[in-house]
């Protein structure tokens, strides 16, 4: 099944370079003129040419409130192209629309052979998290960050949002932040909460942090520490990690403060709230044999929003999609074939 590859560039697209430097070189004209037959000083000169600067700011930050304003009047989210990056994504097949999002440190080949066996009944798009892949990276890896560039990035229609461990915290905050953008959400080996607190199952915080200390001091080491921890305990672990292995080396790894910042977002967000308030369709697939999201995280999750779907599968670990693709499949086609998307 042939991909539709995309690169949506947003970073400082020719267009908009251009339109800058115009106005840039308008300016500059202006502060000559200005100075023009009145012998100028160069520190006079300067000063002109600073306010030329300060006034391009200011118009940028006049440009950003505008277009704030139109989107609360007309409902769409509307960015300026200085405040979009480059974001790579891939669509296979026809159908009811799905946006897959990776994990921490993956891109978005990890989702290959599972997305083209979903594609057989769906359109779905294989998105990098800005930082990973074949995605620029931002400027500060937080989770309005990221969840504003992939929003940016995709199509406009109501889609599915299907997220995997990191990837679910995104898709549970665009659902909350982007409501007009999703129609359901699949949940997979996700938590809104992913750090253990009372009366909450969870990672441990010191167990991120110790991870947080260990990337600073061998990055590769301890991506592959992750990958291992990922399949602990499955019938074949071997071959799974040798996949997973393949995949994360297909691309450059992150940028350390990417990786730091995905860390960041694993330990401080709580989208308990924004669960409990969702009015879409929700999917939780969680794995048994799990060693990062504890498999009774989802009775939490069900106290939280009632009708939430709940599968879990015993042998299953973090990565459900590769070592139950064909029940991962099944299961989202029957959750999507189910519920009236519009």
Not at 148 to 175: F, M, P, Q, R, Y
Not at 243 to 252: G, H, P, R, S, V
Request: net charge positive; proline share 4%; with cysteine.
């Amino acid at each position: 099944m042939n991909a539709r590859s995309k690169t949506v560039h947003h970073e400082d697209t020719k267009s908009t370079k251009k339109s800058r430097d115009f106005l840039l070189a308008s300016l500059k004209l202006k502060r000559d003129e200005a100075c023009k037959g009145k012998n100028c000083s160069p520190r006079r000169h300067e000063e002109h040419e600073d306010f030329s600067l300060v006034f391009l700011r200011a118009l940028r930050v006049f440009v950003v409130k505008c277009l704030k304003l139109m989107s609360m009047r007309s409902g769409l989210h509307l960015e300026p192209a200085f405040n979009m990056i480059k974001i790579h994504q891939q669509t296979f097949g026809k159908g009811k629309p799905i946006v897959l999002v990776h994990g921490w440190a993956m891109h978005s080949g990890i989702w290959r052979d599972f997305a083209r066996q979903l594609a057989k009944n769906h359109q779905v798009t294989c998105i990098d998290l800005p930082g990973h892949g074949q995605s620029k990276k931002i400027h500060s890896f937080t989770l309005e960050q990221v969840s504003e560039a992939l929003v940016n990035a995709v199509s406009n229609e109501s889609s599915c949002w299907l997220g995997w461990s990191l990837g679910a915290t995104v898709v549970l905050d665009i659902a909350n932040r982007f409501p007009e953008r999703v129609n359901s959400l699949v949940l997979l080996a996700g938590n809104p909460l992913f750090t253990q607190s009372t009366h909450w199952p969870g990672i441990a915080v010191e167990s991120l942090d110790a991870f947080a200390g260990q990337l600073n001091e061998n990055c590769q080491a301890t991506l592959q520490r992750f990958l291992s921890l990922q399949v602990n305990n499955l019938p074949n672990y071997k071959t799974l990690l040798k996949t997973l292995k393949a995949a994360i080396m297909e691309c450059n790894a992150p940028a350390q403060e990417t990786l730091q910042g995905g860390l960041e977002i694993l330990k401080q967000a709580d989208l308990r709230p924004a669960l409990s308030n969702l009015n879409v369709p929700v999917s939780v697939i969680l794995g048994g044999k799990d060693t990062l999201v504890p498999v009774n995280a989802g009775q939490n999750m069900q106290a939280l929003l009632p009708k939430i779907e709940l599968t879990i599968i015993d042998r299953a670990g973090h990565v459900p999609f590769l070592s139950h693709p064909e029940e991962i499949i099944a299961l989202i086609s029957r959750f999507m074939d189910k519920n009236d998307f519009g």
